[in-house]
């Protein structure tokens, strides 16, 4: 049996997402070996990590600073606004390198069976950026899940009223895919969202 805080160190590891038993075990083994300057600027790091986060009122990604980056019109297309439903989501699409415009976090999809419903104040300060920013497109880039699809309904829905093209990330076959290792479902969205060639 492992020492008290041992056990209760691999307890906590394990609610970390996508990481299991083994895992947990591994990293609380791995920090026992760490110094213990290390282990101290960790605590302080995660003692203090909520209060030194700050969400960014806009957009509601995260900010360094007073000011966020990724509301700054000086290089943003503010033509052009990306609704995702994480803060993850944002760096995920700015690493493509490809999309410099603004962006929208919307934080829940819609699930009646876990009682989750969309925030309205969020949906509110939405519309009012559209208006505000005078925006051509909008681009939902949401799971391709039941959560997500209905969301993105929800949204296509509140939105028609505003003059802008409403986008939706396409789905389909990954990049140097066979189609003999691609599934039906996968297969369908490919067909639906095809482009023209």
């Not at 990293?27 to 203090?48: G, R, T």
């Not at 990306?82 to 699409?93: G, N, Q, T």
């Not at 934080?107 to 051509?136: M, V, Y």
Request: charged share 25%; glycine share 6%.
């Amino acid at each position: 049996m492992y020492p008290k805080e041992l056990f209760k160190l691999i307890s906590f590891l394990r609610k970390l997402s996508g990481v299991g038993s083994k895992t947990a075990e591994r990293f609380a083994f791995e920090l026992i070996k760490w110094k213990n300057s290390d282990l101290f600027e960790l605590s302080n790091l995660f003692k203090d990590l909520k209060n030194n986060i700050v969400y960014c009122e806009t957009c509601g990604c995260l900010m360094n600073d007073d000011s966020c980056h990724l509301c700054n019109a000086d290089y943003r297309d503010t033509n052009k606004l990306c609704i995702v439903s994480s803060f993850k989501d944002v760096y995920l699409i700015e690493n493509t390198k490809s999309y410099k415009g603004l962006y929208h976090i919307i934080d829940t999809l819609i699930s009646p069976i876990q009682g989750k419903e969309i925030d309205l104040e969020n949906i509110k300060r939405l519309k009012d950026r559209l208006s505000a920013n005078n925006t051509k497109e909008v681009i939902i880039a949401l799971d391709s899940t039941v959560e997500g699809d209905a969301t993105s309904l929800y949204l296509k829905e509140e939105l028609n009223n505003f003059n802008v093209n409403i986008s939706r990330l396409a789905f389909g076959i990954p990049m140097g895919t066979s189609l003999d290792y691609i599934d039906g479902g996968t297969l369908a969205q490919a067909l639906i969202g095809r482009q023209n060639f």
